[in-house]
Each structure stands twice: as C-alpha cells, then as structure tokens.
C-alpha cells in the first residue's frame, strides 16, 4: 500500500502570483509520495517613467517613452518581454517544473541585458551632464569676472566725484557753525567697496580618458593628511612639509664641503704589502691577506677567462699572477711551512708538571696479559674477548693505594700485530715483559724485547702464572740472558717480580716496581698549551661515527678544540674516558676517545691541535694530496721487468678486507701479504674499518674476490646484494682462523668446506633474568626458524657481539625444539650474558662439503 492511499491528500500552499505544480516522488518499496512545489514569480523591476507590464497579457504593450533628457538624444525603448506560453495540459510535473526553471532563466538573462543598457546609458548621460556642469561653471566664473570689474569701475567714478563734494560740504558746515547751533549737521553717507567672495581653488577634475592630466593632478594635488594639524615644530619651521634630508646625505654634503675647502684631494697610496700565497688558496682569503676587493679579484679573475666566485680555491700560480697584477709583493710558501712538523721543540722547565706514566704490556699471545690488566683494574675484559686473546690495543688508567695514576696499554701477542706492539712501545715510558713461567721465552717474546730495545725504554720483567706446580721462574730468568736481558737477581739493571694474575699476588710488588722506576724517569709535561696527542686506535662506530683512541703526550685537549690528524681534520664533539663518561677536558698520559673526526685515521698518526678550522683544512688537504701524489706514483720500470711480469705466472688471489678497527685492518693487511709466495701472490682490493657496505659488494663482484669479514658484518642492503651476485662472504673473529683458511685456500689444502646455512633470524624485544647468573632474552623470529642446540651469533649495530649455540629455547612455560617465523619466544645463551634490547640473533648450521676448483 502507497503513502497516496493512507494519507490524505493536502492542500498545496500558495503564494500571491505563484503557480502550483505537483512533483511526484518515488522511494524504496514502492512508495510515493506527491509533493506541490510554487514557483514564484520573479519580480520586475521597471525604470523611472515606465509603466509596470501587466502579467497574464499575451501581448504586452509597449512602455512609453521616458521623459526627455536635457540631451536632444531620446532614451531606447525597453525591449516588452516574450509572452508566455500556456502550459499544455498533458505535461508531467517533471516537465512542468523544467519549463518554469527555464522561463526564469530567460527572464533573469533578459533582465541583466536591460540592466546593462541602463548602466551604459546612465554612463553617457552622467558624462554628457559633466561636460554641461563644467560650461555652466566657466561661463559664471566669466560673468562673475565681468561684475567684479564693473564693481570696480564704479566704485573709482563714485571716489572721483565724492573728492569736490567733500571740499563744499566742509565749506558750508564752518558757515553754518559760525551763524547759530540750531541746524543740526547731516551725517556722511557710509560708502564701501564692495568685494567678491573668494573661491577656493579647485582641482579640475581630469577626463577618463586623459591619463596625462589625471597624472599632473595628482602631482599638483596637495597632501591632506599633514595639513589638518598644527604643530609646534610646524608653526615654527616653515619646511615642515618637506622630507628631511637623510644622514647619508648629510654625510655627503659635508664631506662635499670639506673637500671645497681644503682643496683637490690627492689620491691616496697604494700600500703594497707581502702576500703570503700557499699552494691553494680561495679568491676571498687571497683578497684579505692583500686587503683588496674580493669583487675587484673575481672581475680581474673573468677578464683571465675564469669564472669564478670568491669562495672557489684557485691554484698557487694563478694566485701569484694576481698579487702582481695588484702591485702586492709574492711569498711563496715551502712545504713546511704548511705542514705541521711535530718536533721535539722543548718547552720551558718551570711551566713543566709531573704527569703519570704510560706503561705498555707486552709478551707473548695467552701468558696473561690482558689477565694481569683485569687483576689490576678489578675487571674482567678477557671474558668477552674472542678465542680468549686480545686482537686490540687497549688502554686504561688504574689509580693505586697512594692515589697515583698509572696509564696502561695492552697490546695484542699474536704474531700478526706486529705493528701494534710497535706503535706501543713507541708511546710508552715503561714496558712490563710478561713471560708465563710454565712456557719460557717464545718469539713474539722475542719480538717485545727488541721492540723494547728500539724505542729506549726501560724494561721491567713480570714471570706470570707462578701459581702453577710446573712453574720455573729462575729458567725465565736463565732464558732472557740469551737475549741480554739481565735482572736484578742476575745481578743486571732490569726489575722482576714474580706474579700470579689468577690468584692476584705479586701486584703490589709491581705497582710498586713501576712507581719507582717512573720517579727515576721524573716524567714531566707542559699541561697549559695545545695538546698533542698519538693515536692508539681507530675505528668507524655505526652510532658515532670516526672515533679514535689517543694518548694525550703533552698539553691539555679540550672538548670544542679544532685538530688534524694524519690526512683528517675535525672538531672534538665529546671526550670519552676508558670508564665511559665524558668528560670536558684530558690532561698529559690519559687515554680517552675522541669523537668529531672528519673520517677514520691511521694508528700511530698524531693529534695535533691548531687555532682555527681554516688551518686544520688546510693542512688536511695538503696532506691528502701529498698522499695521493705518492699512491699514483709509477715506480721507474725498464724493458727487463716489464718482459719479466709479462712472462711470470704468478696467480693474483684477489680479496676485500673489513675490520672493526684500523689495528686489525694493518694487521690483517700484513698477514696475508706474509702468505704470498713465488706462485701465488694475495692481492687487497680494499681494506677499510666499518660494517660491509654496498660499495664493497659491489667491488668484490666485479673483481671475483671474496669479502673477509673481521668482527663485522653486512647491512641489510649489502646482504641483499650479496645474494643477487652469489658473492663469497667469509666471517672471522679470531686472526690465526683467518691466516689459516687463507692459506688452504692458497695452497690448495683445503679439506671439507665448512658452509654457515643461515636457517632463521630473531630481535631480541626483552632481557630477563635466569636463575642466579644467566639471563634469558626474549625473541620475534623474523625470519626462517629457530632450533634448540644449533649455532647462534649476537650481533649488535652489524658488529658481532658473541658467537655462541642456544643453549634453551621454550614457548611460553613449554621446552620446544623449534620455533617459526612471527612467533615469540625465550632463549637462553651459553657461555655470555652480554644481551642487549635490539640486538640481531643468527641462527645458522654448520655443514661440510666437498671442494671444488
């Protein structure tokens, strides 16, 4: 049932002179629903003189003509709108409601014609009755004229003829006064000049289309906005209206002036002064040190054919050429004195302080070391070293019982870093030769003892794990007599103590040993100037970027000091102390990190702090030439050698080395260059410090080389990059593991190959506590699966933190073997507790194939 059966039909509202119409509307359901709509009539407006149009009239009757105008021109006929046409009776309300929308945009289209007609001759006749308005004023200001003169004219004859009148009038009142005072005289008549009302001037107002006159009466226009007050300084100053004079004005008027009256100025002299012109300079500081005109340089620059702006470096020559052009006097400058000669200039005994000493532990790999540091400092570092031996340079400050500082470093006893126990005994005042009383005298031993004898330093002699029943202390002592090492008990010069790191005896007596072979020393330095410093180690930190471990020699360095560093300049951001505080500044024999370097230095280079960012740049770069200058050098060749490596058939084993820190990268540098032989020789594409990047996938694949890894790792697009180009990637944490496989790999010996298949990855979300000592780390597989018992590596910024198996794996409070990708789950590590929030864990397995060539 429809809403047209149930409702009653209701009556359509009307309007006054509205039409009804009925709109029919249809809804979900069948319903409908009948709607009336008015369409109200649109209002005319008509004219002034017009008679309103009847509306039901089909033909409508003309409009009279509007009453004539002062001008002849007769006002057009407004146009009678078209009649309407009678609706037809078979027509729906849709049609209906069209038609009547239709009809009313006719008429409003009529209407704004008719209005734009009106507008057009409203226009005409406002112009037409400007023109009549501007005559009818001349022609008054004309008769005005005309009535001012005859005015005028009259007023002369009336003084004319009053002149003889006033003589007979002045006659007949004495006449009249002498004969009796009866008559009464009769007042003169008042005359006046009559005088015409004075017009203000105005403004002829100028004609649309005169811009010229419109433009010169707004000049002539005067200014209303000052003229309406009156002020003190306005009544008292008749410029008010004029614009005060500007003080550069002032300034030129009376320099002006001064000229005038000293006479013709003599033009000044030229000051020519001796430039200083190092071998790359820029246009501006050129410009300063000959105190001319940057612009006038770059002008003198173009008209040489260079575009250039005063922030470019041009070169030494050209530079020469413009200080000659500009009548100035050429300094070259020599290389030193460009560079930073870091000599032993002394500095005055009374500004020198005592400073504590630096003292480095040398000896062979594992007679303990890095042990005996942990004995002393009370910590534990050898226990998140990997393969149990230290592969960096470290460096500490221990405080002992008499609240004296003692500067450590511990340098590695591998054979491969070689020129890490070097660079420490470079560094050092004192050298504690550990040797392990159980194993005797070894070679890098050996090695530490004409190390030691090359740097001319005192030597003190620690035999280490004398805890030990095998242990033979005076064998060690009878041992060192081969290579002229002599202690006090052999009746030599060179201190012993006989220790235990273990069980921590002996440390006093070699605390002791020290301080008094450091008062021996009397070891001073110059606290109060620009600190020096040696790099100790270097590397390039995913968070901090260049970071580098110095050794400050002399001086106090400061955080905010501008420094250059081999080829690298920079600004210290943050002092780091071995503790890992920051602090704000770090005296004479203190190790600290160093953060604010422009890259990764060289171990053994030196800090050198200069006065301002211009010269450390400077240095910088012309340190940076002169290397590339030596890299690019071809070695001088003849026809033998060129036959000669012609012919030969040595095999080039191509490879990419990546390590954590510079150290490790010489290190590494030197062992496989050690490996070369007559038959195959190693060749290092790139050596660099940092995580594996997408340049150096990239390099590896063009040149068929694989990547070594030393303690890092890829980032996510190098790892990608990896898989596309099938590139060989090999991992390694301890130094002798990479010797070797480097050298089967050489020689062809290579047995089973040993291949990592990556089988799951997982981010540690949360640490927690297991049991007493442990802590258990809470995953989300992100990849692949993890298993219980197989190899596990923790990786911390791309930088392998520890490499070890999980040792437990549950599923909320259930032991399981396994767990998949997007799950969570807890494991617990064997053999380390460093977990961290955010740390990466690689699950892989370790299978053995065969090797092909």
Known sequence: MSDDDTKPARKPLSLKGSQPGEVKQT????????????VKRRRKLVKPGETPEPAPAPAPAAAPAPAPAPAPAPAPVAKAPAPKRPAPSDETPQERVARLQREAEEDRLRMAEEARVREEREAKQAVEDEKKRAETKAQEKEAQKEAEAQAEKAAAEEDAQAAPAESQDTGADADGESAGEDAPAAPAPRRFTPVARPEPKRPEKPKKDDKKARTATTAERPDKRRSGKLSVTKA???????????????????????????????????????VVVPEAITVQELANRMAEKGADLVKELFNLGMMVTVNQTI???????????????????????????????SDPEDTLRPRPPVVTIMGHVDHGKTSLLDALRGANVVKGEAGGIT????????????????????????AAFTQMRA???????????????????????????NHTKAAGVPMIVAINKVDKPEANPDNIRNRLLEHEVIV??????????????????????????????AELLELKARPDREAEATVIEAQLDKGRGPVATVLVTRGTLKRGDTFVVGTESGRVRAIVNDQGKQIKEAGPSMPVEVLGLGGVPNAGDTLTVVENEQRAREVAEFRQSKATEKRTALAPTNFDTMFAGLQSNVIEFPVLVKADVQGSVEAINAALHNLSNDDIKVRVLHAGVGAITESDVQLAAASKAPIIGFNVRPNPKARELVKRDNVEMKYFDVIYHLTEEITREMLGELGPLKVENVIGRAEVKEVFKSGKKDKAAGLLVVEGVIRKGVHARLTRDDVIVSATTIQSLRRFKDDVDEVRSGLECGVVLADTN?????????VFEVTEQERTL
């Open 27 to 38: 809804f979900s359901h069948g319903r409908t629903n009948k709607v009336a709509v008015e």
């Open 236 to 274: 008292l100053n008749e410029d008010e209206g004029r614009r005060a004079r500007s003080l550069a004005a002032l300034k030129r008027a009376r320099e002006k002036e001064r000229r005038g009256q000293g006479g013709p100025s003599k033009p000044r002299e030229k000051q020519v002064r001796d």
């Open 315 to 345: 070169d030494q020559d050209t530079a020469e050429l413009l200080v000659d052009q500009f009548g100035h006097n050429v300094q070259r400058v020599s290389e030193a004195d460009v560079d930073i000669v870091n000599e032993d200039d």
């Open 391 to 414: 592969q960096h340079i470290g460096s500490y400050q221990v405080k002992t019982k008499k609240g004296d500082a003692i500067t450590f470093l511990d340098t590695p006893g591998h």
């Open 423 to 449: 660079r420490g005994a470079n560094v050092t005042d004192i050298v504690v030769l550990v040797v392990a009383a159980d194993d005797g005298v070894m070679p890098q031993t050996i090695e530490a003892i």
């Open 488 to 517: 006090e008990k052999m009746s030599g010069d060179t201190q012993d103590v006989e220790i235990s790191a273990k069980e921590k005896t002996g440390l006093d007596e070699l605390l002791e040993a020290i301080n008094l072979q």
């Open 834 to 842: 460093d977990i961290r929030a955010g740390d990466q864990l690689e």
